[in-house]
């Protein structure tokens, strides 16, 4: 049976009301990708007649509607204004991990001929952005999931990279012998006992919690800035963790600390430069 466009996204937006904050956007999106059209097309072809008993669609509809993530159904998601492939293996990038990238931006030129070092490398986002701008530098990207890993790898060869950015398996550092310019970092940062939505539970969980706390890995990360001698990190973190962040640094000799905020004035991360003996 066939409904128009329309009465199609009418009837989406109805099964997802109580799924999520935006039903007719979802319902959009979701009604562009299965067709794989722009949303110029979908504005002005809402008379077209649309198989609404299309196995595919209608798995869409079931499992978003179940409060699976549209990017893991459609295998497409956007950051920094490209479109990256995704799957449940890597976590799903969000639109404020985009100021990370922004902050190393201002800090370093172009044409800086350094080696830089992701650790949780994910679906592999951060790396490419920054490759694609410092055009001289090498890039060693780190993640204990072979499934992101190969996320990554997707992604990476998409862009024609995979010459510059080295991927690697490990825990952390522990993969990495070379001399780090600056380490960037997207880590695990929520308590293991924090509640969280229901659409979260559908990505890698070792991608999430950082621990009983939830900024073990930052400071295991901090330990590795000091033991490795390197210059400068860049870490996301929850909006809470300044002060811990602070707290964790005291002992330290630091150059300088500064702490970055997303669009909604919380506290998303810092820009450490480290002092060395």
């Not at 109580?18 to 979802?26: D, I, L, N, Y």
């Not at 067709?35 to 007649?49: G, R």
């Not at 398996?169 to 012998?177: A, Q, T, Y």
């Amino acid at each position: 049976m066939s409904k128009r466009l329309k009465e199609l996204h009418e009837a989406i937006s109805e099964c997802l009301r109580s799924v999520v904050e935006s039903p007719r956007r979802e319902a959009e999106l979701l009604l562009m990708a299965y067709l794989e059209k722009d949303q110029l097309y979908f504005i002005t072809h809402q008379d077209d007649l649309i198989d609404e008993n299309e196995p595919r669609l209608l798995e869409w509809i079931e499992k978003r509607s179940a409060n699976v993530p549209l990017e893991y159904l459609t295998n497409r998601v956007s950051f920094y204004s490209r479109e990256f492939y995704i799957d449940d293996g890597a976590l799903i990038p969000r639109p404020e991990t985009e100021h990370l990238i922004d902050e190393i931006f201002a800090r370093l030129k172009s044409d800086e001929d350094i080696t830089i070092v992701e650790v949780g490398v994910g679906s592999g986002i951060i790396s490419i952005i920054l490759a694609r701008y410092f055009t001289k530098a090498r890039f060693i990207a780190v993640d204990i999931s072979p499934r992101a890993l190969a996320v990554a790898r997707r992604n990476i060869e998409a862009f024609g990279l995979g010459d510059r950015i080295e991927l690697r398996e490990g825990d952390l550092l522990s993969c990495v012998n070379e001399p780090i310019d600056l380490l960037v970092s997207n880590p695990p940062y929520i308590a293991h006992d924090a509640p969280l939505e229901s659409n979260l539970s559908y990505e890698p969980q070792n991608a999430l919690f950082g621990g009983e706390i939830g900024d073990e890995i930052i400071r295991r990360l901090l330990d590795e800035v000091y033991a490795r001698h390197i210059p400068m990190f860049v870490c996301e973190m929850g909006y809470d963790q300044r002060i811990k962040v602070q707290e964790y640094l005291k002992p330290f000799s630091v150059q300088s600390l500064e702490f970055y905020k997303d669009l909604a004035s919380f506290d998303r991360g810092f820009v450490l430069k480290a002092l060395h003996e």
